[in-house]
């Protein structure tokens, strides 16, 4: 039996987490209710957006890693991104969190 838990229940807790720490969290894209890949988007007053998806680890943990960049050249480059993974994968969640600290959130949550 699998020990995750559903990814809509997962979802919930970043968003509020993400609320009592001052940040603002919404789901763009809702995927399959209980074991959808999630994605957090964060980003700060529309600028530094950086994407993070799990990976799984050796020992069997699945933190939240740096996946892409936003670059500040190109920068819908990544939101088109986010939409070819949408479209390859309909099970997918991503979560926009607008939040001062991106990575100090994101390193915060549960693996």
Same mark, same amino acid.
């Given at each position: 039996?699998?020990?995750?838990?559903?990814?809509?229940?997962?979802?919930?807790?970043?968003?509020?987490?993400?609320?009592?720490?001052?940040?603002?969290?919404?789901?763009?894209?809702?995927?399959?209710?209980?074991?959808?890949? *999630?994605? =957090? !988007?964060?980003?700060?007053?529309?600028?530094? &957006?950086?994407?993070?998806?799990?990976? $799984?680890?050796?020992?069997?943990?699945?933190?939240?890693?740096?996946?892409?960049?936003?670059?500040?050249?190109?920068?819908?480059?990544?939101?088109?991104?986010?939409?070819?993974?949408?479209?390859?994968?309909?099970? *997918?969640? =991503? !979560?926009?969190?607008?939040?001062?600290?991106? &990575?100090?959130?994101?390193?915060?949550? $549960?693996?």
């Amino acid at each position: 039996m699998d020990a995750r838990l559903p990814a809509h229940l997962e979802v919930s807790a970043i968003i509020r987490l993400a609320e009592s720490a001052g940040g603002f969290a919404m789901v763009t894209a809702k995927g399959e209710r209980d074991a959808g890949t *999630i994605l =957090i !988007l964060t980003i700060y007053r529309g600028e530094n &957006a950086v994407l993070f998806e799990r990976m $799984p680890q050796l020992d069997g943990s699945r933190p939240f890693v740096a996946a892409k960049q936003q670059n500040p050249e190109k920068q819908e480059e990544i939101f088109e991104y986010l939409e070819r993974r949408k479209n390859q994968d309909p099970d *997918i969640w =991503i !979560l926009e969190v607008d939040i001062a600290d991106g &990575a100090r959130f994101v390193a915060s949550l $549960p693996r």
